[in-house]
C-alpha cells in the first residue's frame, strides 16, 4: 500500500507526516495500534490485511489495563462500511455507536489507519439502536507489514 498513492476520500487532512516506521535488520517491526477510550489506552499488537483499494482489515490483540484480561480489536478501514470492535475477556463489546450524529469516519494514509472522536458505546441492540455509553475515543494503527493470509 505504501507504493501507491492514498486516495483522496480516505486521505487525512492533516499535514502532519505519518512517523516512519523503525527498521531493523530482521525487517519490519511487528504492525500496532493503539485505541483511546476516555481516559483508557489500550496497546495492541496488529496484523494487517490489505484488500485492493484502499480497504484494510486489522485484527489484533492487547492486555485490558483495567481488568485482568486480554482484549481482541476487529477493525474494517473500508470506505463504505467501515467498523471498529474491542471484544473483552469477558465478552463484553465495544463497537462505535449507530447514531448518525456521531458516524465512523477513519483515515488511510501511509499505511497509518486513523479515527477520532467516535463514541464507543456496549450493548448495541441492532434493531433498535439502544446501547449503553462507553465514552468517546479515538484510534491510531501502524501497518508496517502486511499478510496475504486471509483471517478467520
Known amino acids: 500500500m505504501s507504493d501507491e498513492a492514498p486516495d483522496e476520500a480516505t486521505a487525512a487532512t492533516t499535514s502532519a507526516l505519518a512517523p516512519e516506521a523503525p527498521t531493523t535488520s530482521a525487517g519490519p517491526p511487528p504492525s500496532e495500534g493503539t485505541v483511546e477510550i476516555g481516559d483508557t489506552s489500550y496497546q495492541f499488537t496488529v496484523t494487517c490485511q490489505e484488500l485492493g483499494a484502499g480497504e484494510v482489515v486489522v485484527v489484533g490483540s492487547g492486555e485490558d489495563p483495567d481488568a485482568d484480561g486480554a482484549v481482541e480489536l476487529y477493525l474494517q478501514a473500508f470506505l463504505g462500511d467501515p467498523y471498529i470492535g474491542l471484544r473483552f475477556a ?32 456496549r450493548d448495541l441492540d441492532l434493531e433498535t439502536g439502544t446501547a449503553t455509553d462507553v465514552g468517546f475515543g479515538e484510534l491510531e494503527i501502524h501497518c508496517y507489514e502486511y499478510s496475504r493470509e486471509a483471517f478467520e
Do not use: K, M, N, W
Not at 462505535?96 to 464507543?120: G, H, M, N, T, W
Open 90 to 121: 469477558d465478552g463484553t463489546l465495544f463497537e462505535p455507536s449507530l447514531e448518525l450524529e456521531s458516524p465512523l469516519d477513519l483515515y488511510v494514509q501511509d499505511d497509518v489507519i486513523r479515527a477520532s472522536a467516535i463514541r464507543f458505546v
